[in-house]
């Protein structure tokens, strides 16, 4: 078995096909890299400077509390209360960029923010260049290897159909079993291993995140379970009695399909399944909220509308209660949209199990933190951090208005969700396809065999 | 035999062949029948999101009109949104619209970045493109050109009737340029029903640009001729058609998934884009670090305006000092946010340069940015909107701001507007830029893809020269 092991990889190594995939992976793999790199360079930097920006504030404001202040100016310091709900760093955004580059990293928290509004800063990339998509390690995996792997894999045995050698090479090999092994391995390798071993490049060089080390593992788990599945249909399709130019048609017929074209079915159908309302619509209808709610509200300068503690604090007590209205009011308008978007989302997760790149693709982006499900749960809570935020603050507006050190120590802080998801369904679901589609293709080579 | 004499029995034997192979017919159908699926889907959406628009604009400007009397500042804050419109060109080719901001928010101290990015609320990981007749001409055409026209030649080649050719005296240079035409046809045949669909969209989704949707349709003629050549040139070149199409199919791999992405990495590492805390802290500090009429530079602001009106007093003023410190603040601003823009602005210039260089290796992206600039779809437009929008901005926000300024008086903060001030504010109104200046902007993209259609041109004449050298 090793011997012929040996064999099949010396051939394939020294065939222009293999050399040739081998020369576009490792190029990709490249790109995928450097891109990588740099996007998770960027999420660390961005985050870092919310954190500065928000301990900067804190200090400052600490420093103001601990002095002694004229009640005028004391009474103004629970509105420069400034805190920063930041996600935790997605521990494999240099693997899978998934909604990384347009997700907000980061929201300011103060008595003015409001939930349906809280992420101002959003990313600025080019639009352009989010049009071209990225080129990460996981579009690799999901898109450039299936197809390297049917150009390798295509003719595994029906070539030696067509060119008649089929029973010599059995009869040499000792069984199919060992010659399909001995052909398998190595092109599974050849692609696979590239890919892990960029992986294990990019663990070794970057830099060191909590959970990056699972994070891998469960990413190269599905990564290697989808790449078994098309191997499963490769050796399916070999295993039917067609050329190896109709193999090749075949597979790279269902690799359009599934890879292509289905995915984008999806994401453009899904909202005919599920429609939601209009985000031009939800933000009117926020806006006609806000104004039939804070008809009381006069400036956002509480600081030059009157120069006496009362009349400030009043004025700071209004603004407050007239934000805590408008969210109030704003609140049902955007939950109606979440939950619509939320069925949309279900949906688009129910249809993936039918797409198998399309549930690889969103068990990646789970594993690395750069999912949906992360992304929502980031929002969440940094909407439940500003409600507590803001009842901590409105406990003190209600008291005397007076921040004092104790009170500001006092104040909740934001502690970021973790930003990985389990890929196990996903992993199951892929290796049961993967060991459906082989266990197709021994049958009937066990029929082809029988019948050799 | 000359080409014309040729061409005829090659076409009909060719489409004879096509017809008779039900999994290449099979896959046709279908691709055809999601490419009006494309079309349709595309029609739906963009005819929602402009009504949307139109109705979402009509409540804006009410709800705006009927605030009520109120602060001029505190209906500053509450302003107004800005939103892109979408002529009917968008529905052939979305460009860059989905992963743009379709409205800004227009109030007073800020300049907010475009909100509301179709891509936000996507549901799906794979982002592999919209689904519109951009994306089935661009992506998808190519696959199935490819995989059709690959056993051209080397079919003939396989089956020796090569050499029957030959022996029959036909001239085998001219043989390619006859295979080019006869997978023209089969190519023309699948497209003219997507092709037609798109221009009766186009049409009833508005009033088009006739001239940019001419463009549109000729640019992608254009596109198919190329790759026509492309295929038959490679179709001769290998010895089986299996081989054929696995390199058509790796080059469309490369050409249309790889090398654009790689180009936006590129541009992505080389000119990087600020990212958006830094921005706005770059923005926030210089807003501080200026001019500042209600704190630092109070007095000294006092002193000047009451310079400016000869009196010694504030009370004196004619004018309400606040209004007139919310207008200097925003003069401020406005210096700051010309600044900061106009780097990014700068940034993305360059990234659209790096982007551009993908084009001398993969077609795909120069027909890209001609198709967007065409359905006026482009990067270009939508910092126009955002330019537009926030010079509206700066108008209402001036005017609000000097209407406290002449009426508020002593009252300053506590000052009313009449409602006639709202409705005196104009609607933003921006229309995208016109055709020639959209293609002016596309010039080097429209050459390369000339270029290339000369190369394959040239390409195939010589394919056809070693075919015939080869077959002797």
């Known amino acids: ?452 | 035999m000359s080409t014309a004499s040729i061409f005829a029995p090659v076409a009909a034997k060719d489409w004879l062949e096509f017809r008779r192979d039900r999994r290449l017919l099979l896959m046709a159908v279908l691709v055809t029948l999601l490419a009006l699926a494309a079309v349709a889907t595309a029609w739906v959406q963009i005819t929602a999101y402009e009504a949307d628009r139109r109705a979402v604009a009509a409540q804006d400007r009410q709800t705006w009109d009927g605030q009520g009397v109120r602060n001029p500042h505190s209906a500053a804050h509450f302003g107004f949104w800005a939103m892109r419109p979408l002529g009917p060109m968008a529905l052939l080719d979305p460009g860059i619209t989905p992963h743009a901001g379709a409205m800004v928010w227009m109030e007073a101290h800020n300049r907010n970045p475009a909100q509301a990015r179709p891509v936000d609320d996507l549901a799906t990981g794979l982002d592999l493109g919209s689904f519109s007749a951009a994306w089935v001409l661009q992506l998808l055409m190519p696959l199935l050109i490819f995989v059709i026209g690959a056993g051209m030649v080397a079919r003939e080649r396989e089956a020796g009737t090569l050499r029957l050719m030959l022996a029959s005296g036909a001239a085998l240079p001219r043989l390619l340029p006859a295979k080019a035409g006869a997978l023209g046809r089969i190519a023309l045949l699948l497209a003219v029903p997507l092709l037609a669909a798109a221009a009766a969209a186009v049409l009833l989704a508005g009033v088009p640009d006739l001239a940019a949707l001419g463009l549109w349709l000729l640019v992608h003629g254009l596109w198919f001729a190329l790759l026509v050549m492309v295929t038959v040139i490679v179709s001769a070149l290998c010895r089986t058609a299996a081989q054929a199409r696995l390199l058509l199919v790796g080059l469309w791999l490369v050409a249309a998934l790889l090398v654009p992405r790689a180009g936006a990495g590129l541009a992505g590492v080389l000119a990087p884009a600020p990212d958006p805390v830094a921005f706005a802290q770059g923005i926030e500090a210089q807003m501080k670090s200026g001019h500042d009429a209600f704190g630092k530079d109070a007095k000294a602001f006092e002193a000047e305006v009451m310079a400016r009106y000869k009196v010694s007093r504030l009370e004196d003023l004619p004018v309400n000092i606040d209004g007139l410190r919310l207008e200097a603040a925003e003069q401020h601003g406005n210096a700051v946010f010309d600044r900061a823009w106009g780097e990014l602005a700068a940034t993305y210039d360059r990234q659209r340069q790096i982007m551009r260089l993908a084009g001398l290796i993969s077609p795909l992206v120069p027909l890209q940015n001609v198709s967007m600039a065409l359905a006026g779809t482009e990067g270009g437009q939508q910092l126009d909107f955002q330019a537009g929008a926030e010079a509206h901005r700066r108008s209402i926000i001036s005017t609000l701001n000097m209407d406290m300024a002449r009426k508020a008086g002593a009252a300053g903060f506590d000052y009313k507007a009449d409602p006639a001030l709202w409705r005196a504010i104009p609607d933003f109104a921006w229309q995208p830029q016109p055709l020639a200046q959209r293609l002016a902007g596309v010039g080097a993209d429209l050459a390369l893809l000339v270029l290339w259609t000369l190369l394959a041109l040239a390409g195939l004449r010589c394919a056809g020269r070693r075919l015939a050298a080869q077959a002797v």
């Open chain 1, 1 to 452: 078995m090793l011997k012929l092991l040996a064999i099949e990889t010396r051939q394939l190594l020294t065939s222009r096909a293999a050399q040739a995939a081998l020369l576009v992976l490792i190029l990709m793999l490249g790109i995928a890299m450097a891109n990588g790199r740099s996007l998770l360079a960027a999420q660390i930097a961005t985050r870092a400077a919310a954190t500065a920006e928000a301990s900067e504030a804190r200090a400052k404001l600490a420093e103001q509390v601990a002095k002694d202040l004229p009640a005028a100016e004391a009474v103004l310091l629970p509105v420069r209360v400034r805190d920063a709900a930041v996600s935790a760093v997605p521990p494999l955004a240099d693997v899978v960029a998934g909604r990384a580059v347009t997700d907000p990293m980061a929201a300011s928290i103060s008595l003015r923010s409001r939930a349906d509004n809280l992420f101002r800063r959003p990313s600025l990339e080019n639009p352009e260049r989010l049009m071209r998509g990225s080129l990460d390690l996981a579009f690799v995996a999901i898109v450039v290897a299936p197809l390297l792997l049917i150009a390798l894999g295509h003719g595994l045995f029906s070539a030696d159909r067509d060119s008649g050698a089929a029973r010599l090479v059995l009869a040499q090999a000792g069984g199919l079993g060992p010659l399909l092994l001995a052909r398998s391995l190595p092109r599974l390798a050849l692609v696979a291993g590239p890919i892990l071993l960029a992986l294990a490049l990019l663990l070794a060089t970057g830099p060191d995140l909590p959970g990056r080390g699972a994070a891998a593992l469960n990413w190269s788990a599905v990564a290697l379970a989808l790449l078994a599945a098309w191997w499963g249909a490769i050796l399916w399709v070999n295993s039917c009695r067609v050329s190896a130019d109709g193999a090749a048609l075949a597979l790279v017929s269902l690799w359009a399909l599934f890879t292509l074209v289905l995915p984008v079915l999806v994401a453009a159908n899904v909202q005919l399944l599920h429609p939601s309302p209009s985000r031009l619509a939800e933000m009117a209808a926020v806006r006609a909220a806000e104004i039939a709610a804070s008809t009381e509200w006069e400036n956002d300068h509480p600081e030059v509308a009157a120069s006496e503690a009362e009349a400030r604090r009043a004025s700071v007590a209004r603004a407050a209660g007239v934000s805590a209205r408008v969210e109030a009011a704003v609140a049902p308008v955007s939950a109606r949209f979440a939950d619509a978007l939320a069925a949309q989302q279900q949906a688009s997760a129910a249809l993936a199990w039918a797409v198998p790149p399309l549930l690889a693709s969103q068990a990646m982006a789970d594993a690395g933190g750069t999912g949906l499900a992360g992304a929502i749960g980031f929002r969440s809570e940094a909407a439940a951090h500003l409600a507590r935020l803001k009842a901590a603050l409105g406990q003190v507006l209600a008291d005397d208005g007076l921040l004092t050190p104790q009170r500001l120590a006092a104040l909740p802080r934001f502690i970021p969700p973790p930003p990985t998801r389990s890929t196990l369904p996903a992993l199951i679901w892929l290796a049961l396809i993967a060991a459906l589609l082989s266990g197709l293709a021994a049958r009937n080579f066990a029929r082809i065999e029988l019948a050799a």
